[in-house]
């Protein structure tokens, strides 16, 4: 990594991760001027991922703010690099043999938060995409804003919540956005409100190169005492229903109907506790595939395809995972 004029370039593999991708020196004389964020070459992305498995990606980079994000995206797009944006990696599944070309962590800098009051009440509370869900959830609670409550225990970012419409205990992120900041795959900015998102069952069906940069949720005041006791209930009930202090990444698969949830179609079919090797399907929760120690993404990929082929045989319903597969080529 070498200083240019106050910025930061990466000419070669300081790091000794490896040899770089072969547009490397054009994306390092593309981004010169304006360049000012974090990179990472040939980076392990068991790094950034709840599962701590997983192949490396060519570059792992961290934008400073919007505009920068905007210059990256335009850049890649560009130099025909493929990419795309992770939150806090706690709902993903990435190949052994890694991924090709970027990915996109939105940091420190996408972690803003404010409040606007309304005249009819409500509150307007505003946070950038890399902000934690658990973090949105505590500063929602210390200024005494209700809506959110069914989120807390919901790790990841809120960017990432948003773009899969998290939701537990009957509540749903789509339930309460007033708008979205989008970025497209040519770094162009657009707000849409929420009439013109149209959410649906862990997605809010926008292109896949879409990134939620900026939420804004519609909130109304209330006791902080009764926000904070909703909370530490629903954590609760989280950590009596679901397994804790293991390695997973929550929920495997979409509920399939509201009436036949993926834990109890894969529990009837008699699979809860069933182990192949490292990777087992956790004895409290049937919906959790978690790691019990050294294990390999294609290993999880295994038990998965284990579990929608017994699901399927039992009950005629093929379960779709919730957690993205990323980088593998026959899935």
Not at 59 to 64: H, K, R, T
Not at 91 to 116: P, T
Not at 241 to 269: H, M, W, Y
Request: proline residues 3%; aromatic residues 8%; contains cysteine.
């Amino acid at each position: 990594m070498n200083a240019v004029n106050g910025r930061m370039t990466w000419g070669k593999d300081e790091a000794g991760r490896g040899k770089l991708p072969v547009w490397a020196d054009l994306f390092n004389d593309l981004m010169i001027d304006f360049w000012c964020g974090e990179m990472l070459w040939n980076t392990s992305m068991a790094e950034f991922s709840a599962y701590r498995v997983g192949g490396t990606a060519e570059a792992v980079i961290f934008p400073l703010g919007i505009q920068e994000l905007s210059l990256l995206v335009q850049g890649l797009r560009k130099l025909d690099v493929p990419w795309l944006v992770l939150g806090r990696g706690t709902n993903i599944l990435v190949a052994d043999e890694g991924l090709r070309g970027v990915v996109i962590i939105l940091g420190r800098d996408f972690c803003s938060m404010e409040r606007n009051a309304q005249p009819d009440g409500s509150v307007l509370a505003r946070f950038k995409g890399g902000c934690s869900m658990a973090k949105v959830v505590k500063w929602c609670t210390e200024q005494g804003l209700s809506g959110l409550e069914f989120a807390a225990g919901i790790p990841g970012s809120v960017g990432g919540a948003t773009a899969m419409n998290s939701g537990a205990w009957g509540g749903q992120i789509g339930d309460v956005i007033y708008s979205v900041m989008i970025m497209d795959s040519k770094g162009t900015l657009q707000s849409k409100e929420r009439k013109d998102i149209h959410f649906g069952y862990r997605s809010w069906n926008e292109p896949e190169e879409m990134i939620a940069v900026e939420i804004v949720f519609r909130l109304n005041k209330g006791d902080k005492a009764v926000i904070a006791e909703k909370c530490r209930k629903n954590v609760g009930l989280r950590k009596k229903q679901q397994p804790t202090n293991v390695i997973s990444c929550g929920s495997f698969f979409k509920n399939p109907l509201p009436d036949k949830p993926a834990g109890r179609l894969i529990e009837e079919s008699g699979l809860k506790g069933f182990k192949i090797g490292n990777v087992m399907v956790s004895d409290k929760h049937a919906n959790f595939i978690v790691k019990t120690g050294e294990a390999t993404a294609a290993e999880i990929v295994g038990l998965m395809r284990h579990i929608q082929n017994r699901v399927w045989r039992h009950s005629g319903i093929h379960l779709d995972p919730e957690v993205r597969l990323l980088g593998f080529a026959d899935l």
